[in-house]
């Protein structure tokens, strides 16, 4: 882990109310287990909703134009869902540049190297092991058609993280790029703890992971016997923010941990709590009108949405506003 991941963890634990950030779960052992999420979780609705919107309407989901496109994943992981554009690209063109991006390098490099395997020299991957805005930084000197696809990762950010991330897309974007991204549509409490919280525990192995890598990787001896695991579904239907499910543990006695790697003491006071993300929560929950104002305040326009039957996902498409636009629809949101 690079100085500035290091700092950017340090001001996480450091934080009121302290966190472990979203990405720092990421590592090889981190990505194998929200694979084994998504897949065993018998409760998990979003992959399975995801999968079922793409059979039915990937043919509308890429446009239809007369030049070809690249095709850019950010946070690839095993790029599951994202056959389903490479294999309605190659029937639409002959070859395609493949740009996977992802946060852990082994785990990318597996997938590559699998996905090489499957397509042969029908398609030409270039690898990009970075964090979205370092990723996105070498990826911004690629000019031509672009199909950029980020599966489900903006729900696991805050409000104003996803607002930047999202512009920081666009700035990859020209008028001939388009962005596509899904999200969680889900309101049921219900669904969701199930979903999140579920009986085998796969989901909350998958949250501590992060206190897992800090040990391993960190020097610390976090004892997560020594916390309360607790989980909780909030929420808002306000159409400049969102819902969202929320994880943490919660101190059950003052607690004191060294952790040698980052140079630091982490204290916790009785009932104390460490969230498994920043901002007030994660794997948001929207609203169409939530989507269609996030989107604005990053200068994109919604042009398109799919859901599935059971209204679960739903997969949105952007173009780039051009800066009028992009004015006129802030004055609106403000």
């Given at each position: 882990?690079?100085?500035?991941?290091?700092?950017?963890?340090?001001?996480?634990?450091?934080?009121?109310?302290?966190?472990?950030?979203?990405?720092?779960?990421?590592?090889?052992?981190?990505?194998?287990?929200?694979?084994?999420?998504?897949?065993?979780?018998?409760?998990?609705?979003?992959?399975?909703?995801?999968?079922s919107i793409l059979e039915s309407s990937i043919q509308k989901i890429i446009p239809t134009v007369p030049y070809d496109f690249a095709l850019v994943d950010l946070g690839s992981g095993s790029c599951s869902k994202t056959r389903y554009f490479l294999d309605e690209l190659l029937l639409r063109q002959k070859r395609l540049t493949f740009y996977p991006l992802d946060i852990s390098g082994d785990f990318l490099m597996k997938t590559v190297e699998q996905i090489s395997s499957e397509y042969e020299d029908k398609l030409s991957i270039i690898p990009v092991a970075e964090s979205y805005e370092n990723?996105?930084?070498?990826?911004?000197?690629?000019?031509?058609?672009?199909?950029?696809?980020?599966?489900?990762?903006?729900?696991?950010?805050?409000?104003?993280?996803?607002?930047?991330?999202?512009?920081?897309?666009?700035?990859?974007?020209?008028?001939?790029?388009?962005?596509?991204?899904?999200?969680?549509?889900?309101?049921?409490?219900?669904?969701?703890?199930?979903?999140?919280?579920?009986?085998?525990?796969?989901?909350?192995?998958?949250?501590?992971?992060?206190?897992?890598?800090?040990?391993?990787?960190?020097?610390?001896?976090?004892?997560?016997?020594?916390?309360?695991?607790?989980?909780?579904?909030?929420?808002?239907?306000?159409?400049?923010?969102?819902?969202?499910?929320?994880?943490?543990?919660?101190?059950?006695?003052?607690?004191?941990?060294?952790?040698?790697?980052?140079?630091?003491?982490?204290?916790?006071?009785?009932?104390?709590?460490?969230?498994?993300?920043?901002?007030?929560?994660?794997?948001?929950?929207?609203?169409?009108?939530?989507?269609?104002?996030?989107?604005?305040?990053?200068?994109?326009?919604?042009?398109?949405?799919?859901?599935?039957?059971?209204?679960?996902?739903?997969?949105?498409?952007?173009?780039?506003?051009?800066?009028?636009?992009?004015?006129?629809?802030?004055?609106?949101?403000?």
């Amino acid at each position: 882990m690079d100085d500035t991941s290091k700092q950017l963890l340090v001001k996480a634990l450091t934080s009121f109310p302290k966190y472990l950030p979203t990405w720092y779960n990421y590592d090889e052992e981190g990505s194998e287990l929200e694979d084994k999420c998504t897949i065993d979780n018998t409760g998990y609705y979003l992959r399975r909703s995801q999968i079922s919107i793409l059979e039915s309407s990937i043919q509308k989901i890429i446009p239809t134009v007369p030049y070809d496109f690249a095709l850019v994943d950010l946070g690839s992981g095993s790029c599951s869902k994202t056959r389903y554009f490479l294999d309605e690209l190659l029937l639409r063109q002959k070859r395609l540049t493949f740009y996977p991006l992802d946060i852990s390098g082994d785990f990318l490099m597996k997938t590559v190297e699998q996905i090489s395997s499957e397509y042969e020299d029908k398609l030409s991957i270039i690898p990009v092991a970075e964090s979205y805005e370092n990723g996105i930084e070498k990826l911004r000197h690629e000019d031509g058609p672009k199909i950029i696809v980020w599966f489900g990762s903006i729900i696991n950010l805050s409000y104003d993280d996803q607002v930047d991330k999202l512009k920081l897309i666009s700035s990859l974007m020209s008028e001939s790029c388009h962005l596509v991204f899904s999200v969680d549509i889900t309101q049921d409490r219900q669904a969701v703890l199930k979903a999140y919280n579920d009986e085998a525990g796969l989901e909350r192995k998958f949250f501590q992971n992060g206190v897992a890598r800090l040990n391993k990787e960190e020097g610390s001896e976090i004892d997560l016997d020594n916390f309360h695991y607790k989980a909780d579904f909030i929420s808002d239907p306000s159409p400049d923010y969102m819902s969202y499910f929320r994880a943490y543990i919660e101190a059950k006695e003052h607690l004191k941990y060294t952790i040698p790697g980052l140079n630091m003491t982490i204290d916790f006071e009785e009932g104390e709590r460490l969230y498994f993300h920043e901002g007030a929560g994660v794997s948001c929950k929207y609203t169409e009108e939530q989507i269609r104002n996030l989107t604005a305040r990053a200068g994109l326009l919604l042009t398109d949405t799919w859901t599935d039957d059971s209204h679960h996902a739903m997969f949105c498409r952007c173009k780039v506003m051009d800066p009028e636009q992009h004015l006129q629809q802030i004055e609106k949101l403000t």
